[in-house]
């Protein structure tokens, strides 16, 4: 299993839309790929902003590839997803899952 992780930033007024984008356009997209295991959206308050981590689950990095292409640390951000945060990394990070309790 491989770890997928990705981080931004939004307004705390634009949070809630990506929250709705994630759950309504991300998520159908990644269930249609074959080899996708899961996804977190995780958030936290900072000031006037929200950070923002996507961790998504895959169970190889071909999968992986299928999504992202390659090279397959390039992060995918759709013009939607960009007009909602203020910032967003341009790579990804890739974590080998060791141990999960699932």
């Not at 295991?37 to 936290?44: E, F």
């Not at 997803?81 to 899952?97: C, I, K, Y």
Request: overall charge negative; aromatic content about 8%.
């Amino acid at each position: 299993m491989i770890v997928r992780a990705w981080e931004a930033e939004a307004s705390a007024g634009n949070v809630e839309e990506y929250v709705r984008h994630f759950h309504e356009a991300v998520l159908p997209e990644l269930a249609d790929i074959p080899g996708h295991a899961g996804a977190y959206l995780l958030r936290r308050d900072v000031g006037s902003h929200v950070e923002l981590v996507v961790l998504t689950l895959w169970e190889s990095m071909d999968a992986i590839v299928r999504f992202a292409g390659n090279p397959p640390d390039g992060a995918v951000i759709t013009p939607a997803a960009r007009a909602m945060l203020q910032r967003f990394d341009s790579t990804v990070r890739h974590f080998d899952v060791l141990h999960s309790p699932l």
